[in-house]
C-alpha cells in the first residue's frame, strides 16, 4: 500500500517510514522540515511543503492516486515552547490540522490515522488509564492535541472523514537498523537529558519532581520502543477497515507497553547499561509536570493484534547507539 506520512522527515513519522518500507508499502511524505531532518527522507519520495497547501497536496494525490491512508505526524511538540508560545501551537497543531482535513476530503481522501498523546489523560497518581480514562490536558500542546481529535470525531460523524486516534505514550529508542532516531540537540525528553547529563561538562540530571504518590515519588512513565510504536502504525493501516467504518466512523487507541516505569527506574537501567553513575540532583516539579500513568493495552491488542515486543534496555541501548553513531557535541 502507498500511504501518505506527514511529518515523515520527524522522529517517529521517519521511523513508521522505515517500518513502511520494511512491511513492502511506500511512503509518500510531506514535511516543511521546520523541524525535521532531511537526511530521514534520503530515498523516499518527499514534498518538502506545509502541510496547509493546499496546491501540494492536490499534486501530491495526482501523481500518487494510490495513496490509500494518510498518517498524520506533523505537528509541533515542545511543551514548555508550547506553554509560552501557545498561539504558535493552535496555529500549527491545530488550524493546519483543520485544514489538512478539509483539504483530504476534498480530494476524496477520508481515512486518517493521527498521532496523539497520552498527555491528554489526568492521571494524576501515576496508575493505569484505559481509552475511557478522564482527561485533563495540562499544556497548551496537550490542549491543541484533544483540540485535533475532536475536530476528527465531528469532522468522522458530519463528513465522514475516517480516522483512528493512537495516544502514545512515551516513545524512546531509535529505529533498530539505525535509519533515523531522535534528536538530541537541546533534548527535552528523559533520555535525551540522560545521554546529555553524561556527555556533557555540567553533567548533572536534574530529576524534576520527587514528591509524587508513585512508588518512589518520581513521576512515572510508559517508555514505548519507537520501532514497536511504528509497527502499530502498520498494523492501524492495514486494518483499518476493521477499526473505523460508518458505524464507528472514529476510534481512539493508546499505544504504550502496559507497564509504568518511574523515573529512578529509568535512570537505574541507564546506568547499567552504560556502566556508570549518574550524578543526580533532585528539583521541584516543572509547570505543568503530572505524576503520569501507564495504559491498558487491551484495545490494542483487540483492534491491531499489536504487542510490544521490545524491552526498556532495548530502547535505551538504540538511544545511546544511535546518539553515538550521531557524534552530538555538548561540550
Ligand atoms: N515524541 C514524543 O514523545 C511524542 C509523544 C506523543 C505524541 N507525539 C506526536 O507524534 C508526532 C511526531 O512527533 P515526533 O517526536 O516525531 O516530532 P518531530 O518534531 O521529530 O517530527 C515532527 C515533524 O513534523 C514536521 N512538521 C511540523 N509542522 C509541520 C507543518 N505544518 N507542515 C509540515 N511538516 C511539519 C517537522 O518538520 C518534523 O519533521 C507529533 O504529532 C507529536 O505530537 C510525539
Given at each position: 500500500m502507498?500511504?501518505?506520512?506527514t511529518?515523515?522527515?520527524?522522529?517517529?513519522?521517519?521511523t513508521?517510514?522505515?517500518a513502511?518500507?520494511?512491511?513492502?508499502?511506500?511512503?509518500?511524505?510531506?514535511?516543511?522540515?521546520?523541524?525535521?531532518?532531511e537526511?530521514?527522507?534520503?530515498?523516499?519520495?518527499?514534498?518538502?511543503s506545509?502541510?496547509s497547501?493546499?496546491n501540494?497536496?492536490?499534486?501530491i494525490?495526482?501523481?500518487h492516486?494510490?495513496?490509500?491512508?494518510?498518517i498524520?505526524?506533523a505537528?509541533?511538540?515542545?511543551?514548555?515552547?508550547?506553554?509560552?508560545?501557545p498561539?504558535?501551537y493552535?496555529?500549527?497543531?491545530?488550524?493546519k490540522?483543520?485544514h489538512?482535513?478539509k483539504?483530504?476530503?476534498?480530494l476524496?481522501?477520508?481515512?486518517?490515522?493521527?498521532s496523539?498523546?497520552?498527555?491528554?489523560y489526568?492521571?494524576?497518581?501515576?496508575?493505569?488509564?484505559?481509552?475511557?480514562s478522564?482527561?485533563a490536558?495540562?499544556?497548551?500542546?496537550?490542549k491543541?492535541?484533544?483540540?485535533?481529535?475532536?475536530v476528527?470525531?465531528?469532522?468522522?460523524?458530519?463528513?465522514?472523514?475516517?480516522?483512528?486516534?493512537l495516544?502514545y505514550?512515551?516513545p524512546i529508542g531509535?529505529?533498530?537498523?539505525m535509519r533515523?532516531?531522535?534528536?538530541?540537540?537541546?533534548?527535552?525528553?528523559?533520555?535525551?537529558?540522560?545521554i546529555?547529563?553524561?556527555n556533557?561538562k555540567?553533567?548533572?540530571?536534574r530529576?524534576t519532581g520527587?514528591d509524587?504518590n508513585?512508588?518512589?515519588?518520581?513521576?512515572?512513565?510508559?517508555?514505548?520502543h519507537?520501532?514497536d510504536?511504528a509497527?502499530?502504525?502498520?498494523?492501524?493501516?492495514?486494518?483499518?477497515?476493521?477499526?473505523v467504518?460508518s458505524?464507528?466512523p472514529y476510534?481512539?487507541?493508546?499505544?504504550?507497553?502496559?507497564?509504568g516505569?518511574?523515573?529512578?527506574?529509568?535512570?537505574?537501567?541507564?546506568?547499567?547499561i552504560?556502566?556508570l553513575?549518574i550524578?543526580k540532583?533532585?528539583?521541584?516539579?516543572r509547570?505543568?509536570d503530572v505524576?503520569g500513568?501507564?495504559t491498558?493495552?487491551?484495545k490494542?491488542?483487540?483492534?491491531?493484534?499489536w504487542e510490544p515486543?521490545m524491552?526498556?534496555?532495548q530502547?535505551?541501548a538504540?538511544?545511546?547507539k544511535w546518539?553515538?553513531?550521531?557524534?552530538?557535541?555538548?561540550?
Amino acid at each position: 500500500m502507498k500511504v501518505l506520512v506527514t511529518g515523515g522527515a520527524g522522529y517517529i513519522g521517519s521511523t513508521v517510514c522505515s517500518a513502511l518500507e520494511d512491511k513492502g508499502h511506500t511512503p509518500v511524505i510531506i514535511d516543511s522540515l521546520i523541524t525535521g531532518k532531511e537526511k530521514y527522507v534520503s530515498g523516499r519520495i518527499f514534498y518538502k511543503s506545509d502541510i496547509s497547501e493546499k496546491n501540494i497536496l492536490k499534486k501530491i494525490f495526482d501523481e500518487h492516486p494510490d495513496i490509500s491512508t494518510t498518517i498524520h505526524c506533523a505537528g509541533l511538540i515542545i511543551v514548555p515552547e508550547s506553554t509560552s508560545n501557545p498561539y504558535k501551537y493552535y496555529e500549527e497543531n491545530l488550524i493546519k490540522s483543520i485544514h489538512l482535513f478539509k483539504n483530504l476530503l476534498n480530494l476524496n481522501k477520508n481515512k486518517l490515522i493521527f498521532s496523539s498523546t497520552a498527555s491528554l489523560y489526568k492521571s494524576s497518581n501515576g496508575s493505569m488509564v484505559t481509552e475511557e480514562s478522564e482527561l485533563a490536558p495540562q499544556s497548551p500542546y496537550a490542549k491543541t492535541k484533544l483540540a485535533i481529535e475532536m475536530v476528527l470525531e465531528d469532522f468522522a460523524n458530519a463528513y465522514g472523514l475516517e480516522s483512528i486516534a493512537l495516544r502514545y505514550f512515551n516513545p524512546i529508542g531509535a529505529d533498530p537498523k539505525m535509519r533515523s532516531g531522535p534528536y538530541f540537540e537541546n533534548p527535552t525528553h528523559v533520555v535525551g537529558k540522560l545521554i546529555e547529563s553524561t556527555n556533557s561538562k555540567n553533567n548533572v540530571f536534574r530529576i524534576t519532581g520527587t514528591d509524587w504518590n508513585t512508588r518512589d515519588g518520581t513521576g512515572i512513565r510508559d517508555y514505548i520502543h519507537v520501532w514497536d510504536l511504528a509497527q502499530a502504525h502498520i498494523a492501524a493501516v492495514e486494518y483499518f477497515d476493521k477499526i473505523v467504518n460508518s458505524n464507528t466512523p472514529y476510534n481512539v487507541i493508546n499505544l504504550g507497553t502496559g507497564e509504568g516505569t518511574t523515573v529512578l527506574e529509568l535512570i537505574t537501567a541507564f546506568e547499567e547499561i552504560n556502566g556508570l553513575e549518574i550524578i543526580k540532583e533532585k528539583s521541584d516539579a516543572r509547570h505543568g509536570d503530572v505524576a503520569g500513568s501507564y495504559t491498558n493495552r487491551d484495545k490494542a491488542l483487540k483492534l491491531l493484534k499489536w504487542e510490544p515486543r521490545m524491552s526498556i534496555e532495548q530502547g535505551l541501548a538504540d538511544s545511546l547507539k544511535w546518539f553515538n553513531k550521531n557524534n552530538t557535541d555538548y561540550s
